[in-house]
């Protein structure tokens, strides 16, 4: 685990930490290194893989044996994209650590959602998913509850032996989903107690880098009150008890009132153009908004290069390299065409990062 | 009195730049310590940039001589 406590009381390093990150950005994969891998073999990206910066990783992965080709590629790429972050985070100090955690911690925000989703039908393959490893949790601890933890009440008992906040969190989406049945409000649960958790340790702090992470937070916020207000008007009831509070551009009337995406992304801060309701499914308006949210995050790297601005935006093209690797992978595996597979992967226009 | 003035601006003079500088270079330096950990390539440019906040406090010092000079 992140030693989140141990320097937290120090004096933010930003200077260091932000030329270190700037310095290692330039090893991100370009644009044309993924047109290249897309247009080559599974084998071409393991050759890649061993002269990159997950070699190390991937050559562990060779020498533990198992597993099939994809199977190591996508093991190695998520240990490798773990490791850049969790190093990179032990270079913080002080404040800058504090705001990196919360990066790190939205790693334990996907675990728990992926493990609430494995959870009601009891029936779950025995090897762990693709956990992100970056997480501030212990991954011992996913792992036991992936192995151990059949139903929800199970991993509710897990979870509070377990002496760290997330799995307090954690366990109570658990109690929630073994009252309820209801996945759906287990994960507002979850995402609830995670935005809480985090509020209450940034309160008190006030200057451009906390409201940046403020603002951070309530984007997240708004990227879950956007996936329930997609849902249909006839779950209106619950629709409406599942908004989160705290949201940074839609306010709880708006996502309330408004049924036309363009009404409600007008005069939100967000520069989203969806589209009208209708023009596009569910899941593409979702998809893009993420990418969007995407979008923004990455570009904080260029902005204030003496705060938490430039950790944001270099956290955001790890996740998003990793995430490009891993479909590659899959695409490579499935031989689909170079044109075919590009279409799918998420690319900084050039210049722009 | 007057003297003990001229002595106080000529130590404003060089005092004021020299705390602005350190802060300069406080930040500089550890941001080039950062950049040629990672690319060592970088150093002469490092220097270059920690030494820049260092005229601030040579053109205070000229001030402070030139008070000195002219008023003492």
Redo the contacts between chains.
């Keep these: 685990m992140i030693p989140s406590q141990k320097f937290i009381g120090e004096s933010p390093?930003y200077?260091?930490?932000?030329?270190?990150i700037?310095?290692?950005g330039?090893r991100l994969l370009g644009r044309e290194v993924f047109s290249r891998l897309a247009s080559g073999s599974l084998e071409d990206m393991e050759l890649f893989l061993l002269e990159s910066r997950y070699g190390p990783r991937y050559r562990e992965q060779l020498a533990t044996g198992g597993g099939s080709l994809l199977g190591r590629i996508e093991n190695a790429l998520a240990w490798g994209a773990a490791d850049i972050l969790r190093e990179t985070a032990s270079?913080a100090r002080g404040e800058s650590l504090l705001f990196f955690s919360v990066i790190l911690s939205l790693g334990d925000l996907h675990n728990g959602r992926i493990l609430l989703r494995a959870s009601p039908g009891g029936i779950r393959p025995k090897n762990s998913p693709a956990w992100h490893r970056y997480s501030l949790a212990d991954l011992a601890f996913y792992d036991d509850l992936w192995k151990k933890s059949a139903t929800p009440a199970d991993g509710a008992v897990r979870c509070h032996e377990e002496n760290h906040d997330f799995a307090r969190i954690l366990g109570e989406s658990y109690r929630v989903l073994h009252e309820t049945g209801d996945l759906f409000r287990a994960e507002r649960a979850l995402y609830s107690g995670w935005f809480g958790w985090w509020s209450e340790r940034l309160r008190g702090r006030n200057n451009e880098n906390s409201r940046r992470i403020e603002e951070y937070l309530g984007r997240l916020t708004d990227l879950w009150n956007f996936s329930i207000w997609l849902r249909p008007r006839k779950e209106a009831v619950s629709r409406d008890q599942a908004f989160l509070p705290g949201g940074w551009g839609f306010s709880q009337e708006a996502l309330e009132s408004l049924d036309d995406p363009d009404k409600l992304f007008a005069g939100s801060g967000w520069s989203f153009v969806p589209g009208k309701r209708g023009e596009r499914t569910r899941s593409d308006l979702f998809r893009s908004f993420q990418r969007h949210f995407y979008e923004w995050q990455k570009s904080l790297y260029r902005q204030n290069l003496?705060g938490t601005d430039v950790s944001l935006g270099y956290a955001a093209q790890v996740v998003q390299e990793w995430k490009n690797l891993s479909l590659l992978a899959v695409g490579l595996s499935l031989k689909m065409p170079a044109a075919d597979l590009e279409r799918h992967l998420f690319l900084q226009e050039e210049g722009t990062v | 009195m007057e003297k003990a003035l001229i002595a106080l601006a000529a130590a404003l003079a060089v005092g004021i730049p020299a705390v602005a500088t350190a802060y300069a270079q406080a930040k500089i330096g550890s941001a080039g310590a950062g950049t040629v950990a990672e690319k060592p390539e970088t150093g002469g440019t490092i220097i270059i940039l920690e030494a820049i906040p260092e005229t601030m406090v040579i053109l205070g010092f000229v001030v402070a001589i030139m008070l000195i000079l002219q008023f003492a």
């Design positions: 390093n200077e260091y930490l932000n030329a270190v700037r310095a290692r330039t270079l003496l």
